[in-house]
């Protein structure tokens, strides 16, 4: 899933602001200039912070959100082993279901912000459809 986000986000086009002329030295690319800046840190802290808010919430409280009887999150079994259900999916597995789709959907649509990396810039969507290799690579991503 990483190599294909990196090579979504790797074919955008490049963008030349204008002709760099010896004197003005500031628009290029020095060696010695940070690969991460801070707010790209700002970004993927609250990223982070999102994603494990949202899948600690899904763990500890889903079972409460989703199904009529609690379960214990340890020591109850994936799959039901006796009876007339012998074989099918518990409460348990399915909230790792719902667990993993939703960490594998919040990743994916955290390509869509990291499209931007300009500190003034708000709005994500702002480049949205400029690149469609971006589009093929997101779709084939989420399984259409």
């Not at 840190?41 to 959100?65: A, D, E, K, P």
């Not at 099918?88 to 955290?110: A, G």
Request: hydrophobic letters at 45%.
């Amino acid at each position: 899933m990483d190599i294909l986000a990196a090579i979504a986000l790797g074919t955008e086009t490049y963008k030349k602001d204008s002709e760099v002329s010896v004197a003005n030295k500031s628009n290029r690319i020095s060696r010695k200039d940070k690969i991460m800046l801070p707010f790209m840190c700002r970004n993927i802290f609250v990223q982070s912070l999102y994603q494990i808010t949202v899948m600690c919430i899904l763990m500890y409280v889903g079972m409460f959100m989703f199904f009529d009887q609690s379960f214990n999150l340890v020591s109850t079994p994936l799959r039901y082993t006796s009876g007339d259900k012998k074989g099918e999916p518990t409460d348990r597995l399915t909230l790792n279901t719902i667990m993993f789709h939703s960490f594998v959907l919040m990743t994916l649509f955290n390509q869509i912000n990291c499209r931007v990396i300009e500190v003034d810039e708000i709005n994500v969507f702002k480049t949205l459809f400029n690149n469609k290799y971006f589009w093929v690579i997101f779709l084939f991503e989420m399984g259409l």
